[in-house]
């Protein structure tokens, strides 16, 4: 069975480095996103990614975000300057949209998520 | 925001139906209903999808109600491996809830 792949599983960086998460959805999938989970939390959204572009961002998704598909694979999330708060778990999901562009996500489909621990 | 609101905990017993609720007033008409579970700390796991009809696959049923304001996801025999964080969404506007914590209890 197709599946998201996630790397790495966790990575430990010391504040105000630079972090890049890995994913690689599933093939004929067309929309990728990330969400975050901190600990004890609910799963956030974070950004969507459609044709090349971000459709959809949250208030979450700052500047310190960025998202890139570099090589028609792999989907990444970049942070910046890291902050202690943005210790936690993200995920990748990806999906094939029904009902009409951006209408409907269509199943996501997660991947197993990346920690993030800020030191 | 699109906004979802679900009890925050349910307890259900060992080989009886869990049937977990969620209001959805703001639905557009051709926005679908999904359900996804989270068990511990793993990645969400879709569980079924509906637009106005009810729908069942192997492992839920989805009632949604003939407003389409609300759903009810009815898991018919509840097993301890059931036990989750489950959230329902709207349609296109990819955002969780809070979710229900069901606890299935031997």
């Known amino acids: 069975e197709p599946e998201v792949t996630q790397t790495p599983s966790h990575q430990v960086t010391q504040m105000g480095q630079e972090v890049i998460l890995r994913c690689v959805p599933i093939?004929?999938?067309?929309?990728f996103y990330w969400y975050r989970q901190i600990l004890g939390q609910k799963v956030e959204f974070l950004v969507s990614?459609?044709?090349?572009?971000?459709?959809?961002k949250s208030e979450i998704f700052d500047d310190q975000f960025s998202v890139e598909r570099p090589d028609g694979s792999n989907f990444t999330l970049k942070i910046r300057s890291t902050k202690l708060e943005d210790s936690a778990m993200y995920f990748c999901?990806?999906?094939?949209?029904?009902?009409?562009?951006?209408?409907?996500?269509?199943?996501?489909?997660f991947g197993e998520g990346s920690r993030l621990t800020v030191l | 925001d699109a906004k979802t609101t679900q009890p925050p905990s349910m307890d259900c017993a060992e080989g009886r139906a869990a049937n977990l609720p969620c209001n959805h007033s703001?639905?557009?008409?051709?926005?679908?209903v999904y359900w996804y579970r989270q068990i511990h700390s793993q990645g969400p796991q879709y569980i079924i999808h509906?637009?106005?009809n009810n729908e069942t696959n192997e492992m839920a049923s989805l009632i949604i109600t003939e407003d389409r304001k609300s759903s009810t996801l009815i898991l018919p025999h509840a097993t301890l491996r059931d036990t989750a964080v489950y959230y329902c969404?709207?349609?296109?506007?990819?955002?969780f809830g809070q979710g229900t914590e069901l606890s299935v209890k031997p």
């Open positions: 093939s004929n999938h067309l929309y």
């Open positions: 509906g637009l106005k």
């Open positions: 999901a990806s999906s094939v949209p029904t009902g009409g562009r951006g209408l409907n996500t269509g199943e996501l489909f």
């Open positions: 990614f459609y044709n090349n572009e971000i459709s959809e």
């Open positions: 969404t709207q349609g296109g506007k990819l955002i």
């Open positions: 703001t639905i557009s008409g051709n926005e679908y």
